[in-house]
């Protein structure tokens, strides 16, 4: 009998998806690439491409997503290496993202008390790939910001003055000091779709 007819109880429950902690798929994967046992591999791989998908429509559709994998946030760290370990570049884009959200969240360490910040646990290439991915997704979304609040009234406005004054004043609290420089990359307002999502492998735009 195969380890994947031995894990298929483990997986599925009839024809539904039993759900599986990412630790144990992670575990599976690991072990299945170092002693070539591919049906256990491709069945651990494909549950976490399932949750980890490779474009951005699975990925908004999370209620799919989670019959497949329990996982959390900082598991991308984890994802990140398995990637590069069995070359499944697949699983870095979401990864990648992720990690964005993890700049100012810390490990503590059980027996000392420590604290380090959790990307401190990527390569350094890794960590400036999610670090200037961060960089990128606020940039944009405070240009789009600004442009929103372009003090052009629309043709139907029916006070200009007053519409415009709002602005600015918006600008002011965001101590704003020249529109022009806030909106000058050129990447800014452009879809960051194919930096995160067709472009695992290399630098992106702004690295």
């Not at 996982?71 to 994802?79: F, G, Q």
Request: some cysteine; hydrophobic content about 35%.
């Amino acid at each position: 009998m195969s380890l994947t007819a031995t894990y298929g109880s483990y997986f599925y429950r009839g024809d539904e998806p039993i759900p599986v902690q990412f630790d144990t798929l992670a575990a599976l994967v690991r072990m299945s690439h170092k002693y070539e046992m591919h049906d256990l591999y491709d069945t651990a791989i494909a549950r976490l491409q399932a949750y980890y998908p490779s474009n951005l429509r699975s990925w908004d559709d999370i209620c799919t997503r989670q019959r497949y994998v329990l996982a959390k946030p900082s598991d991308a760290l984890a994802l990140i290496k398995l990637a590069h370990l069995t070359e499944e570049s697949s699983l870095l884009p979401t990864a990648y993202l992720i990690c964005c959200s993890l700049d100012e969240t810390r490990r503590v360490r059980i027996h000392t008390g420590e604290q380090t910040p959790l990307l401190a646990e990527l390569s350094t290439w890794d960590h400036k790939r999610v670090l200037s991915g961060k960089a990128r997704l606020a940039q944009m979304c405070g240009t789009r910001v600004f442009h929103m609040l372009r003090p052009i009234p629309c043709e139907t406005c029916t006070s200009p003055e007053l519409c415009t004054a709002s602005v600015y004043k918006t600008w002011k609290e965001i101590s704003l000091v020249k529109f022009e420089k806030a909106t000058s990359d050129l990447y800014a307002l452009e879809p960051l779709l194919n930096w995160f999502w067709e472009q695992a492998q290399g630098p992106g735009p702004c690295s």
